[in-house]
């Protein structure tokens, strides 16, 4: 037997409640893992509280994001021991996810935990650390050097917004960071490694498909609108890796920044990222992410108090990470 978060829905209402239950009762899968540690973030917040439609299937445990100890394994790559990680491929969604002292899950979804890395501090990146690499990478890949000019990052104060602004700071960017609250989280940026702030309300000021040319490289986590004013101040053969879609679907642009401008837009999507770029990105975060991330406000918390500080981020009333010890 084990602990579990599950959600069940009752006349449209979501209710979360401990429960103990037996293996026979997970999903199908060739590893189980015992979880040591899972994360809670805003989007596992909505899951849990009922206020965003993240899930459509129930009972279904949440928790987007995993690290833990193989038990059993048919699949080679893994043995009993082996410490991973699981992002992605809809767990907490579709699949029963992280908030359970056990899960089973398919090898393909697995990466080995680098060296050097604790579970803790694994679920302290997750999701949204991956997600900011895959930007991050998105750069390296076409040769960006940190000698060719400012870098924007959209959404700054967010999960990955913050990540990303850390590993480009890491590698010599100077590094642009656009946030709604500068005064509040200016400082905090700074500290990230940002070299400007930009206030959210410059950008909203903004309609034409084409400006003054300013930045050499972005990221944008937020889409639709502040993606379409990026696109328009970007350097004449830029890249914009773009992984957000908190301002909506629709992009309302024009093909000028593509073919008057060369810019090149690239989509980041980390939930189905291929095993071998996913294993190399938590390689790299591993050896990018400095000794201060770590220092961070983190709260960490029990099983049984993920619903209460879920209501909490929802309502913005946590700072910093959050982590689930199983």
């Not at 995993?66 to 699981?86: C, L, N, W």
């Not at 992280?98 to 990146?125: H, T, Y």
């Not at 930045?215 to 101040?233: E, F, H, P, R, Y």
Request: aromatic content about 6%; some cysteine; hydrophobic content about 40%.
């Amino acid at each position: 037997m084990f602990k579990a978060l599950v959600l069940n829905q009752v006349e449209k209402n979501t209710l979360a409640s401990i429960d103990s239950l037996n293996e026979s009762v997970l999903p199908e899968g060739e590893v189980l893992v015992e979880v040591n540690y899972s994360s809670l973030n805003y989007k596992d917040g909505l899951a849990i509280t009922g206020k965003g439609k993240i899930i459509r299937d129930f009972p279904m445990v949440p928790g987007i994001d995993m690290a833990g100890t193989v038990i059993h394994s048919d699949d080679e790559r893994f043995k009993p021991g082996d410490q991973v990680i699981h992002t992605g491929w809809g767990v907490g969604e579709n699949h029963w996810g992280g908030m359970a002292e056990k899960a089973r899950l398919k090898a393909d979804w697995l990466v080995p935990l680098p060296k050097g890395l604790s579970a803790k501090n694994a679920m302290m990146i997750g999701t949204a650390g991956l997600t900011a690499m895959l930007c991050v990478e998105a750069f390296t890949d076409t040769d960006l050097e940190p000698s060719a000019g400012e870098v924007l990052v959209t959404g700054a104060s967010g999960g990955v917004g913050s990540i990303a602004v850390t590993l480009l700071s890491q590698l010599g960017y100077q590094v642009a960071a656009v946030t709604g609250r500068a005064k509040k989280n200016g400082p905090l940026l700074k500290e990230l490694g940002a070299t400007r702030i930009i206030d959210r309300a410059e950008f909203e000021e903004s309609s034409r498909p084409l400006e003054r040319q300013q930045w050499a490289g972005a990221i944008d986590t937020v889409g639709s609108k502040m993606l379409a004013k990026v696109l328009a101040k970007m350097n004449y053969g830029s890249t914009v890796a773009a992984c957000g879609l908190a301002g909506g679907f629709d992009l309302p642009t024009t093909v000028m920044p593509f073919i008057l401008r060369n810019v090149r837009l690239q989509g980041i999507d980390s939930v189905s990222c291929p095993t071998k770029k996913r294993v190399a990105c938590w390689e790299a975060l591993t050896k990018l992410l400095p000794d201060s991330y770590y220092e961070q406000a983190c709260t960490e918390i029990q099983l049984d108090e993920a619903p209460y500080y879920a209501e909490a981020i929802t309502n913005g009333q946590v700072t910093g990470r959050v982590v689930i010890k199983l």
